[in-house]
């Protein structure tokens, strides 16, 4: 009998009245994989990162399971105490607080840390994310757009989830900025974090993504290896319209 998957959507489907936006959705991510979502704008990715984490609705129906236990009637603080953690794509962390602070607060809240335990993993994650010790005493909202970045991650994996949802990460960086990004997810997973990424910049879906799933209108279009996915003919009418993929 094969290995439960670390993170598993059954038939997940979120509705607001007559619209669906997350449309009979399933997945499953082994430990250890970084696993890609795309999709147009309006496809259903952000809801599903929603529906997912209980933040801040549950589906309407369908499942959520972690190691095989189901997590999708807990409450949001218990999920994510249970390990699953996510980014949004707006700038989320406590602007007048340090960074320091920022992941602190972020490693007792999420994690129930005891504070002495929660100092020790705050220094961890930033020095994972290797955010200069110069920058961490600095208040969050005068870090530039890419230490918001590694601030807003080293905020999520301070409690050391078992799963990360990053909500497009990339929005904002330039392109350099781009490849340190990449370099860093790959870094979250190397410290046994297994990843779950949204982004429209393709580049990076294809450089860190082992998995990539597609959705339109909220379902799944398109599912499996990532060089593979973006040349299915429903993803390019969908999402890539008749553009090639720079590689």
Known sequence: MSEAPLLEARNLTRRFGALTAVDDVSFSVPAG???GIAGPNGSGKSTLFNIITG???PPS???VLLSGAAVHRMRPHQISRAGVLRTFQKDAEFATLSAFEN?????IYCAGTASTDARAAATQALDDVALPTGRRGMAASGLSVFERKQLMIASAIASRPKVLLLDEPAAGLTKPEVSGLSALIRTVRA???TVVL???VLALLLDVSEHLMVLNYGR???SGLPDDVV????VVEAYLGTREIAR
Request: no cysteine.
């Open 55 to 57: 933040i801040p609705f």
């Open 220 to 222: 799944v279009i398109a």
């Open 33 to 35: 994989q970084v696993f």
């Open 191 to 193: 410290r046994g974090i």
């Open 198 to 200: 949204i982004e429209h």
């Open 231 to 234: 040349r299915d003919p429903k």
């Open 103 to 107: 992941v602190y607060t972020s490693a």
């Open 61 to 63: 129906s369908g499942e």
